[in-house]
């Protein structure tokens, strides 16, 4: 399968489908207006995004909380529940790297409240 290169004919390809953005090649998986046209086109799109763009809160907040790829977690500190992001249904991969990042960088301990919450 070719992957696209194109900047310009990978946001047009992802503005029709955005679940195209898996034949996107890996530099524009990480270009963050091609990554969110695909999302608003399909947000399943998301797991395709590269890892960096995965982590973005902003990115991650647009993606709906009842789309299939989410694993629900509990806060065992707050007992608040979460909604985490998936790669995909096939092999989930949970976003636990993305809870330790934002952990790390906000040194907070209320930083599950920066995830998707349901409660």
């Known amino acids: 399968m070719k992957l696209i290169s194109n ?16 034949i996107v090649s890996k530099e524009l998986q990480n270009d963050k ?4 046209a695909a999302i608003e086109n399909n947000q399943s799109a998301f797991q395709f995004a590269s890892e960096n763009l995965q982590k973005d809160e902003g990115l991650a907040s647009r993606v709906v909380k009842n ?3 989410y694993f629900n977690i509990i806060d065992p500190v707050s007992g608040l529940k ?19 990042y934002v952990k790390f960088r906000e040194h907070s301990p209320d930083t599950f409240d920066k995830m998707l919450r349901w409660d």
């Open 67 to 69: 789309n299939a790829y």
């Open 7 to 22: 900047r310009k004919e990978a946001l047009q390809t992802v503005m029709k489908d955005g679940m195209k953005l898996r």
């Open 33 to 36: 207006e091609i990554v969110l």
């Open 82 to 100: 979460y909604d985490i992001p998936m790669l995909s249904s096939t092999a989930p991969n949970y976003f636990y790297s993305y809870i330790y």
